[in-house]
DNA sequence: ATACCGGCTAGCC
DNA sequence: GGGCTAGCCGGTA
């Protein structure tokens, strides 16, 4: 039914592989992962057609028909409202889904994210001023990727935003 | 129902 | 700052 494109291109944190439907980009990961890899991860989000395609077609939005359902997308759609240079931490992205307290469950919803590059869970730090942790390259991806944006950061903590 | 696990927090050394 | 504890919550087995 749905046609899925995907390809390896460039983007604002560097080159990344990028699968996307008419509608909006459904997963995303790094481009120094192997693409084998990347193409087992689409098939566990959709079984259908894929097939390469031309990045420059690649919708600049979310397929959000591809979110996990429940709490992480509205964990997602919260942290999706991030500009780009800013943080938040995950309480309080919790109390804005109206979940004062779920810290710890926005955490394990960043964790779900499928497209890094367009939701950025980078974004979202502890309370005490730590980056916190990230499911990717680890806490090291997730400080280049805030340094790229403006974000000051010391050691692992977090010294000032622009 | 129950138990455990995580990208967390707040409090206390 | 670091280290530890207990409490927190949604998801999963």
């Known amino acids: 039914v749905t046609v ?19 509608e909006g980009v459904c997963l995303s990961a790094p481009g120094d992962r192997d693409e084998r890899r990347f193409l087992a991860g689409l098939a566990g989000l959709h079984r259908g057609a894929v097939t390469p ?11 959000w028909r591809f979110a996990p359902p429940g709490f992480a997308r509205e964990a997602l759609a919260a942290c999706a409202a991030i500009p780009a240079g800013e943080v938040r931490s995950y309480g309080e992205l919790a109390a804005s889904c109206g979940r004062p307290g779920a810290a710890r469950a926005v955490g394990t919803a960043m964790s779900v994210n ?39 950061i010391e050691g692992e903590r977090l010294v000032g935003t622009r």
């Open 114 to 152: 499928p497209i890094p590059n367009l939701v950025p869970c980078h974004r979202v730090v502890r309370a005490d001023g730590m980056v916190g942790g990230y499911g990717l390259g680890g806490s090291g991806e997730k400080i280049e990727m805030l340094r790229r944006e403006g974000v000051m």
């Open 4 to 22: 899925v494109w995907y390809a390896r291109t460039a983007t604002a944190h560097g080159e990344w592989w990028i699968a996307w439907t008419q």
């Open 53 to 63: 395609g031309d990045p420059a077609d690649a919708p600049d939005a979310f397929d």
